[in-house]
């Protein structure tokens, strides 16, 4: 008959505590990357929101068949009426429109804004080693694609249409380009109220609130002589009005450096005032 013997019990082990040469044997050794400078990290963060409208083509909707729903349907509704033909009118009208919608589009900026902030994601970027703005420029640099994109969808459709601008490609490309640069600086007053409002749809409501007035009431469809010495006065001072009359004048080959500049100028206060409010904001946020 055997007995069983029991089982020899084992000491438990010391804990294992790495010391510096292990701990620098499993870490890199090589040097640390050097910091992002500010453009580096802005560009990229301007390529991560043109990734998301690529996995995301539902957001070309409104660069794309909104300019073209509106060209159409003013041109065909107001041309007769108002200019006695279609073709005649959209000579005058697509400029007006061009800003229009590329004006009404700047708003999704801060509804971007908005909606990064309400998931967190900003959150993760204010810890990372790069300057503090490049997330929000880099957003607004996304938006200048998008402003691009639809200033050549109405381009494409109002030459399709007849649109023949007395000012060339030369003319085309200036225009262009101050109403991007406008915009751009414009752009700034939706990223202030992203930071800010609660929703993104609180965000939409107050864009529209400014937007509409703004647009409308201006010289995009008709000319400011026709209408009554009150709303010509509020026409004198829009800004938008202003930057119609520029992008007109370069188009038809006739610059008015007047009203040039005044967009220049205004575009600027704009960018200086809310670009400055912004930046508290965000760094307060």
């Known amino acids: 008959m055997t007995t069983a013997t029991p089982e020899k019990e084992t000491a438990p082990s010391a804990a294992y505590v790495p010391t ?8 890199a050794s090589g040097e640390q990357p050097p910091r992002p400078s500010a453009w580096s ?11 998301k409208i690529k996995h995301v083509p539902d957001q070309l909707f409104d660069v794309t068949a909104f300019p073209i729903m509106m060209t159409l349907m003013f041109t065909y509704l107001f041309g007769g009426a108002l200019a006695g033909s279609t073709g005649e009118y959209l000579q005058f009208l697509l400029p007006g429109i061009l800003v229009m919608s590329i004006v009404m589009i700047t708003m999704y900026t801060g509804i971007g804004v908005n909606t990064d902030i309400e998931k967190g994601v900003f959150d993760r970027f204010r810890t990372l ?24 969808v109405i ?3 109002g ?12 003319g085309v ?13 414009f752009s700034w007053i939706w990223t202030m109220f992203g930071l800010f409002l609660k929703s993104e749809k609180s965000v939409m409501g107050v864009s529209m609130l400014v937007l ?11 000319n400011p002589e026709t209408m009554p010495g009150w709303l010509q006065a509020f026409v004198d001072v829009n800004p938008i009005a202003h930057l119609v009359a520029a992008v007109r004048s370069l188009m038809a080959g006739t610059p008015d450096g007047g009203e040039i500049l005044w967009t220049l100028i205004s575009g600027g206060v704009i960018l200086a005032i809310f670009g400055t409010l912004t930046m508290r904001l965000y760094n307060r946020k």
């Open 173 to 185: 490309l200036l225009g262009v380009a101050l109403l991007v640069a406008f915009s751009f600086a």
């Open 129 to 152: 080693p790069i300057w503090r703005p490049s997330a929000l420029v880099g957003a607004l640099l996304g938006d200048v694609c998008r402003y691009l994109i639809g200033s050549t």
């Open 212 to 222: 509409f007035p703004m647009t409308f009431l201006s010289n995009v469809f008709v």
């Open 20 to 27: 510096a040469e292990d701990l620098g044997a499993v870490l």
């Open 155 to 157: 381009l494409t459709l």
């Open 159 to 170: 030459l399709i249409l007849g649109f023949r601008p007395e000012g060339g490609l030369i």
């Open 41 to 51: 990290a802005s560009v990229t963060f301007g390529w991560r929101a043109m990734l």
